[in-house]
Every structure is written in C-alpha cells, then in structure tokens.
C-alpha cells in the first residue's frame, strides 16, 4: 500500500484534477499565501498482506508464520511555508514520520521528505523554477518481498526557466540532477545518479491551449556493478527523448493531455537491454459539474522497477478516477489503475527482489475525505491491489484500509 503523506515533490508536473496513479490521494497541504503552517497527522492502516506474498505457505518458507497481515501506525509532523517577495515566490513543506509496525516491528522506521521551491521572475516574460526535493522511507513491496528493511533515499536539485518572446510563443530549458540508493546492501546495485536536460518549444493559442516538443537527455551512472549470469555488469545508460506535448481546453468543462514520441536507451555494456521504441501518455479531465470531477488517462512507455535495478518493463495501462464533492465538508474519490508489464525486453537479473516474469497490476481505492473543521482532515481509504503473472502460477492479492486524522494550524 502506498501511504498517505503531505508532502510532494515541488515540480511534480501532473495536472490530473483526480490523481490516478497515487492511492489514495496525497493529502497534499497548501499553504495560505505568505504563511507558515505547522501541521500534525496520525494514521492506522491494515494490510491483508504486508509484504505482496504469494500465499500463506510463502510466509511459512520465510519463517514468518502463516498470517501475511500487519497494522501500522504512522505519526507525523511537518511545517508547510509560503512566502512572496516582490516577484519571488518561495515554498517549501518538511515532515518527519515515524512508522511503527505491530507484528513486523523489524521494519519501524522514519520517514523524511523535504521540497522546496523557489519559482523566480525576471520581469513579465521571463520565468522559472529553483528547487530541491529529499525523501527517505521504506521501499514498496511491489517488487521487493523479502522481510527486511530497505530504505530507499532519494534527492534531487532543479532548475529551470522559460521565456514568453512572443504572446503565442515560449521557449523552455530545465537541468536535474537526482541520485537513489539504498541501505540494504543486496539491493545497493539499484544505487544510481542521474543528470537530465531538457530544452522545448511552445505555442500558445488564444484559446488557452498549448503545443510543443520538447527535447530530452538523460544519462544515468549505476556505481555498484550488477552480477548476471556470472557477470559483473556495470548498467549506465544514455537515453535521448524527442516528445509532443499538448494541452487542449477542448471545452470549458474538459481538457485533454498528451506526451508521446520516441525514446531511445542506449546501455554502456549490455547492449541486450537497448530500447527504442514509442513512448506516449494520454490523459483528460472533465468536469460534468462543480461537483464531480473525472480523470482517465493511458499510456504505453517504458518505466522502471520500483528503482530496484536497472531492468525495465515496457508499460501499456489505462487507469480511471472521480471526485465527488458531497458538501462543502465531504468528498468521495474513486480509483482504479489497470497496468500490464512486458520485460521480454530487457533481460531479467538474478538479483534477490528483481521481477522476472511478465505480469498485470491492478490497484483499486475508494476514498472518503471529511474537513470537519477549517483544520482538521479525516481521511478513510479502502485498497486492494493484485498483481497476476502471466505465464506461470505466483502474484498476490492485497486488501487494505487507511485511517489518517491531520490538524493543520
């Protein structure tokens, strides 16, 4: 299950007015303008089947005994901050968790995130982003099924910029360096840096719509050699992106997405794991009333594992989600996400936790939000999530529910 948390990366750069890949919704805090806004939250959650084992007879191979399930509690604290000064707009938001486990006390741990943003302005046409994000928490149990504590640290730092040289035309430039690694040490050849660079080109309709391409570069260095087949493989990559990007008001109540073009992935040493292929992503928000809000969107593009190696899938999904404001108090959000996962690819590892096999995810959560108060926030979701291999028996089947109460100063 992913947990819930009040802390995002500052440039997530989605635009989906219902979330369709995170479940249940972040409760994301927003800061009123030039404010800082200290915040406490407390969670339950129950998991049928913590760690995404096969079956009860999985749990007992691994000397756990055969109940899969375990509640945990979460307590966390955090400040949210905003700030403008003349053009400049700061934002930042820290959290601290602590994450205790009933039965898997092995696991306890301490979850941190940091993001902070500084969006600048150098007069009326000239803008952009400076900023770093920090995470650390405990991996998911997607890929990895093993009872111990792997802690994955994730941090990147930011900058980019645009510039408005005509009223229909922008041009856009953005750098990011980011690193992962991890504390457990089987799991260390996952350990990566990354620099990206993008560059692209806009129009803008009077409309409100946009187009472009955008330009794109990533090298990505893995330190710690990966053994396969007997072989120590070192798994830097260079990939190049050429994309379109669209955002269409097709109506005053729907708006379509879309990112797609080619990529290509060229690997250092094992050229068996290149890719080059169409990667594409389409999504639309429509909103029937001011009450309910509808997101569906589907791609097809390559994706990592969960960070875990350097092996990827080759993604086709689809998922659906909708908000319904009950009352100005109340607020239902339903999800579902449909993802099947093609490694045929790329070649599998033999490293402990890494997928080898073909298989279809599917996340399922309905969520009811409740503000009692202009401070409080109480928050009850309920998940299931099953993972199903394609060619050989295996997978497993997850049942959750989530119980978070926030005040928000």
């Known amino acids: 299950m992913i947990p819930m ?7 997530a750069v989605a635009n989906d007015l219902v979330p369709t890949d995170v479940m249940p919704p972040p409760d994301v805090i927003v800061p009123a303008p030039d404010s800082f806004t200290p915040y406490a939250s407390y969670g339950i959650n129950y998991d049928s089947n913590l760690l995404g084992l096969q079956n009860s007879a999985a749990a007992d191979a691994m000397g756990i005994g055969s109940n899969l399930s375990d509640f945990t509690r979460r307590l966390q604290v955090g400040l949210a901050a905003d700030k403008t000064i003349s053009q400049q707009h700061l934002t930042a938001n820290l959290n601290f968790t602590n994450v205790e486990y009933d039965r898997f006390q092995q696991l306890d741990h301490m979850d941190k995130n940091l993001a902070a943003n500084w969006n600048w302005h150098a007069g009326p046409h000239v803008e952009g982003n400076v ?9 998911p149990f997607i890929d990895f099924h093993l009872l111990e504590r792997n802690i994955r640290t994730q941090e990147s730092a930011y900058v980019d910029g645009s510039w408005l040289f005509h009223p229909s035309w922008r041009i856009h430039a953005g750098l990011v360096h980011s690193k992962l690694w991890y504390d457990l040490v089987s799991q260390q050849p996952g350990n990566n840096s990354q620099n990206q660079s993008e560059v692209g080109l806009d129009y803008l309709a009077a409309s409100g719509s946009k187009i472009g391409v955008q330009l794109r570069h990533t090298r990505a260095d893995f330190p710690n050699p990966e053994l396969d087949t007997g072989s120590s493989i070192f798994n830097g990559y260079n990939q190049d992106e050429v994309k379109a990007k669209i955002d ?28 080059s292929g169409l990667n594409s992503r389409i999504s ?33 999904g689809a998922s659906i989600a909708s908000a319904w404001k009950y009352s100005e108090k109340i607020r239902m959000v339903a999800q579902f996400k449909y993802q099947k996962r093609d490694f045929s690819q790329s070649l599998a590892s033999v490293a ?8 279809v995810l599917r996340n ?19 998940i299931r999530s099953t993972q199903t291999l394609t060619s050989s028996p295996g997978g497993f089947v997850n049942n959750g529910v989530m119980l978070n109460a926030r005040y928000a100063y």
């Not at 948390?5 to 440039?11: H, M, N, Y």
């Not at 900023?131 to 991996?139: A, E, N």
């Open 5 to 11: 948390c009040s802390c995002v990366p500052a440039f």
């Open 131 to 139: 900023g770093v994000t920090y995470s650390q928490g405990l991996t």
């Open 248 to 275: 269409w008001l097709l109506t005053g109540k729907t708006q379509l997405h879309f990112l797609g073009g080619w990529v290509s992935r060229k690997q250092d040493e094992f050229s068996a794991r290149d890719f």
């Open 284 to 316: 639309a928000d429509w909103s029937p009333t001011g009450k309910i809000d509808v997101t569906v969107a589907a791609w097809r593009e390559i994706g990592a594992v969960d960070d875990l190696s350097t092996i990827y899938s080759l993604n086709h």
């Open 352 to 359: 402990p936790g890494s997928p080898n096999q073909n298989d």
């Open 364 to 382: 399922a959560a309905l969520t009811l939000v409740y503000d009692p108060t202009l401070h409080w926030r109480i928050q009850l979701a309920a």
